[in-house]
């Protein structure tokens, strides 16, 4: 037996080593261990935990930002109302009159807004007051997300100019 190996002296140890190899591949074909799955959901259940407030907390940040945006335009729009009028509209004739001639207004050129008055990013009306308190002109504001004078975060009330 000088110089010869096992597996040419022994040709089922070769047979069997093929066997046990060709079976450990087909066991990790098989799939996922139970394990390695609650391992993966642990792991997924954290980054939502942390990923998901924030999230939430960006979309509440946009709608304000929406609404400021928003009333610019608006404020923009009542703006050339008054260089076409000499006012602003009043409170009972609202937002409306810059889309309508309400009342038969002298001098009025509108539409003043391409498209309809929007809602506020919450779906509810834009509030207009004129005159405005504190010696303004008017008030353009939205209650925010609760529809509620005062609140913070996304309940926070946001005035134009």
Known sequence: MHGISLNAACPTAA???????HREMGRRRRG?????????????????GYVGPKLFGEVGKARSKT??????????ALDRY??????????????????????????????YMSSA?????????YIYRSPGEG??????????????????GEDADIVGK
């Open 15 to 21: 047979a069997l080593r093929a066997r046990l190899a």
């Open 82 to 111: 008054r260089l076409d009028t000499g006012h602003f509209p009043s409170t009972d004739a609202g937002l409306a009159a810059l889309m309508t001639n309400v009342g038969n207004t002298t001098g009025w050129e509108g539409p």
């Open 67 to 76: 609404a400021a945006s928003q009333m610019k335009g608006i404020e923009s």
């Open 32 to 48: 996922f261990t139970l394990l390695e799955l609650l391992v993966v959901l642990l792991i997924i259940a954290l980054l939502a």
């Open 135 to 152: 010696g303004k002109d008017f008030d353009l504001m939205t209650y925010g997300a609760d529809g509620k004078p005062g609140g913070s």
């Open 117 to 125: 008055i929007p809602n506020d990013p919450w779906g509810k009306p």
